[in-house]
Nanobody, 114 residues
Framework: VQLAESGGGLVQPGGSLTLSCAAS????????MSWYRQAPGKEREMVAK????????NYADSVKGRFTISRDNYKNTMYLQMNSLKPEDTAVYYC????????WGQGTQVTVSS
């Protein structure tokens, strides 16, 4: 199982970023996927989840209405569209394959600062 996040960077408050998670080594379309984040000095927290078909999604209250999770099962890729970013969204963002004990990517840094 390999998960590779990309798309992080530095953005001003109110800006937008789209993260991608390229998956390989397993039947991507069979499994639910998630995005998590971890800010300095804080525990890793769930940001958004998506079912294997993409028809079901769930969001943390802190990002509801600003972030959108999606997936393309033909491209074996999951996305996180992040709008109206706030400084408190600054964190390392991880994708997770939600099967067995769970599999993690290496993470991508998102920094929201003026």
């Amino acid at each position: 199982v390999q998960l590779a996040e990309s798309g992080g960077g530095l953005v001003q408050p109110g800006g937008s970023l789209t993260l991608s998670c390229a998956a390989s080594g397993f039947p991507f379309g069979w499994y639910d996927m998630s995005w998590y984040r971890q800010a300095p000095g804080k525990e890793r927290e769930m940001v958004a989840k998506i079912t294997n078909t993409g028809r079901g999604t769930n969001y943390a209250d802190s990002v509801k209405g600003r972030f959108t999770i999606s997936r393309d099962n033909y491209k074996n890729t999951m996305y996180l569209q992040m709008n109206s970013l706030k400084p408190e969204d600054t964190a390392v963002y991880y994708c997770r394959a939600d099967f067995s004990s769970g599999y993690w990517g290496q993470g991508t840094q998102v920094t929201v600062s003026s």
